[in-house]
């Protein structure tokens, strides 16, 4: 760590553009701010009780020297090599979790009348799906508008899921179609299509190409990538449950040829509240952060198991960190000077943990990493020109708001 703080944090802006080996994108988003200095910036023993600023458990060792995680993170610790907890991320949203959740996705606050594109869509608009018969981007969550497209328009949204072995709703052909008869009717819609005027409209266009992504989707190839039953029943319960069989299903998406999937842990809360651990939300805690440990070791090393690790980036992000400090019940409010997220695999150089923090996770000491530098190391991993400008109609807007990826990560 002494050796990468003497490093210089970002690649000139003249010198050559960083390009990585991804070719795929995991991410997995914590819903409600997760607490750095309780996951994976562990700082002195704080007493919620006694009003003495700290951590609410304990620190364990990694498999990185000088690098450690929460108790309750003991497999992530084992495989922090495969790792980069970077805990300098920083923005200026404080109090609202709407405001910070979006600036998460689209990289930028809200400014003025752009719909900004969120991270997925802009992947899905620089790369495209790895197959044919799969979409370039799939959203296991919630459907909102911090996810969506923004002025790239509807072709690069995301398809929802909604079950893990059910694929998404609408396109499972009904029982009562058979394969023939549905054969028949893509035939006769084809003999109509060549029949019909070029359409010029954007949104016919964008619908067509909408209907055709929608048969290629509802085909078998695509949709046995929900049959989880297949995997082995070992593997599966080594994932956990519903969160980690979502992971387990990014997992099987990444090989269908998907190119971005988000994966949002905060569905049915073991604790009751979710990372948003205000007052008495901080008691179970940890049955959150080890759901968490359990899903991501398991997808980490199911990835490098099948030789997908360096291809595919894992990503964990949140709207922002939890200070040091205990609140009048005992849990925490809402921090985004100073907060982590972390990077997996990807083929990066990972060294456990980057950036550092005062004695109580609440002030950046060096290696700062503002969200746009946090995308573009995302941009950067995936060979996407993180220095480039999209269009909104004439008016250009740069694809990471000036962001420049963490040199020090790329080999």
């Known amino acids: 760590m002494a050796g ?3 490093t210089p944090l970002f690649a000139e802006s003249n010198a050559p553009l960083i390009q990585g080996q991804a070719e795929h994108v995991i991410s997995i988003w914590l819903g409600g701010g997760m607490g750095q200095i309780d996951t994976f910036d562990p700082k002195r023993k704080g007493d919620p009780a006694k009003k003495v600023a700290g951590s609410y458990y304990d620190a364990i060792p990694t498999a990185v020297d000088g690098v450690q995680v929460c108790e309750f993170l003991p497999k992530m610790a084992g495989i922090m090599d495969r790792v980069t907890a970077v805990r300098t991320v920083h923005h200026s949203v404080i109090d609202e979790h709407a405001a910070a959740t979006n600036w998460m996705h689209v990289g930028r606050p809200v400014s003025g009348t752009v719909v900004y594109p969120s991270l997925g869509s802009i992947i899905a608009h620089e790369r495209g799906a790895a197959s044919e018969s799969a979409p370039p981007y799939v959203l296991i969550g919630y459907p909102n508008s911090s996810r969506g497209p923004g002025f790239l ?3 690069h949204s995301y398809l929802y899921l909604t079950e893990t072995g059910r694929g998404p709703a609408g396109l499972s052909r009904p029982d009562a179609i058979l394969p023939e008869r549905q054969a028949r009717r893509e035939q006769y819609l084809t003999e109509l299509r060549a029949v019909q005027p070029e359409a010029h409209d954007k949104r016919l266009t964008d619908y067509e190409a909408a209907a055709r992504l929608s ?8 949709m046995r990538s929900f049959e989880l039953d297949n995997e082995p029943a070992e593997l599966r319960e080594a994932y956990g449950g519903e969160f980690g069989q979502r992971c387990l299903l990014s997992r099987r998406l990444v090989e269908r040829g998907v190119r971005f999937i988000e994966v949002s842990h905060n569905l049915n809360f073991l604790n009751g509240a979710g990372w948003d651990v205000h007052n008495r939300g901080i008691l179970d805690q940890h049955k959150l952060i080890a759901e968490m440990d359990d ?3 398991a997808l980490i090393l199911d990835l490098e198991a099948k030789k997908l690790l360096d291809k595919t980036l894992v990503v964990i992000t949140t709207e922002f960190g939890r200070p040091p400090q205990f609140d009048g019940g005992g849990g925490r409010g809402h921090q985004g000077s100073a907060f982590t997220c972390v990077l997996a695999g990807g083929g990066l150089k990972h060294c456990g ?3 550092e923090t005062n004695e109580l996770s609440q002030k950046i000491v060096s290696s700062p990493v503002s969200v746009p530098d946090f995308f573009a190391t995302i941009h950067a991993s995936l060979g996407i020109d993180y220095s480039k400008s999209l269009y909104d109609g004439d008016r250009p807007v740069p694809v990471t708001d000036g962001g420049q990826p963490i ?5």
């Open 353 to 355: 943990a980057y950036g």
């Open 215 to 222: 048969m290629r989707l509802s085909g078998p190839e695509f």
């Open 407 to 411: 040199a020090a990560l790329f080999g």
């Open 295 to 297: 899903a991501v070791s």
């Open 153 to 155: 328009g509807a072709q």
């Open 4 to 6: 990468m703080a003497a």
